[in-house]
Nanobody, 121 residues
Framework: QVQVVESGGGLVHPGGALNLSCAVS????????MAWYRQAPGKQRELVAT???????NYADSVKGRFTTSRDTPKNTISLQMDNLQPEDTAVYYC???????????????WGQGTQVTVSS
């Protein structure tokens, strides 16, 4: 069984920073694109950032210049460094991974359980 587990959420003041981590474990063949999503209360889940196996990144306009995602492909982990956090960044943050369980199989879309990030004074 493959697991996706996030860590690192918490409470921070406006202008502060947090670093989230995500690890994929279990029996699988390969992880393709990994991503961070977030869902604020009463809102739809939205894409925050994506990163390929080669480290190519893409960000939502709302976080460009403030958030940075990185990946350790051999260790099956990604992180999200969030700087200059604002109250509107408050949300549950989810890690997403496209994982092939065996060679040449269609990747499964796997999600972590989410970690709460609260930005408040």
């Amino acid at each position: 069984q493959v697991q996706v587990v996030e860590s690192g959420g918490g409470l921070v003041h406006p202008g502060g920073a947090l670093n989230l981590s995500c690890a994929v474990s279990g029996n699988f063949y390969k992880i393709f694109v990994m991503a961070w999503y977030r869902q604020a209360p009463g809102k739809q889940r939205e894409l925050v950032a994506t990163i390929t196996r080669d480290g190519i990144t893409n960000y939502a306009d709302s976080v460009k210049g403030r958030f940075t995602t990185s990946r350790d492909t051999p260790k099956n982990t990604i992180s999200l460094q969030m700087d200059n956090l604002q109250p509107e960044d408050t949300a549950v943050y989810y890690c997403n991974a496209d994982v092939s369980l065996v060679p040449r199989s269609i990747p499964d879309d796997l999600w972590g359980q989410g970690t709460q990030v609260t930005v408040s004074s």
